[in-house]
């Protein structure tokens, strides 16, 4: 009887080669003529231009709010299998998932006293 591992082994090898070979053939095969526009920038086409006066900074808020919504979304989703499988899980399940939500919790309470999920 053969190790029931060895189908991936060869699956996980075949992409590593092909992954390789693609990367060699366009190095190989590839045009190597460089110039000054080839390695600039691209500004979706047009030159970029200063930005106007009253403009300003776009606001990293913005950011900071997206990223928390992310963090929370993967809370969401790591709840969705446990409360279908709760009653298999019992004891273990329970205390588990009360320390995850603990451990998000935390940076939760840090946020939101810092003022970070105030938009001004």
Do not use: H
């Not at 053939?25 to 003529?33: D, T, V, Y």
């Not at 009653?87 to 329970?94: C, D, H, I, Q």
């Not at 588990?96 to 939101?112: D, G, H």
């Amino acid at each position: 009887m053969s190790n029931p591992y060895v189908p991936l082994l060869i699956m996980v090898a075949v992409a590593v080669l092909m992954a390789l070979g693609g990367l060699a053939a366009s190095a190989a095969i590839g045009p190597k003529n460089y110039n000054r526009v080839k390695v600039a920038n691209y500004e979706c086409g047009v030159d970029p231009t200063p930005r106007a006066p009253q403009a300003g900074r776009f606001p990293v808020k913005y950011y900071l709010i997206a990223m928390t919504f992310i963090i929370f979304d993967i809370e969401v989703v790591f709840l969705y299998p446990w409360a279908v499988t709760f009653s298999e899980l019992a004891v273990f399940g329970l205390v588990s998932m009360l320390l995850f939500i603990a451990l998000i919790t935390v940076p939760y309470v840090y946020e939101w006293r810092r003022g970070g999920l105030e938009w001004d």
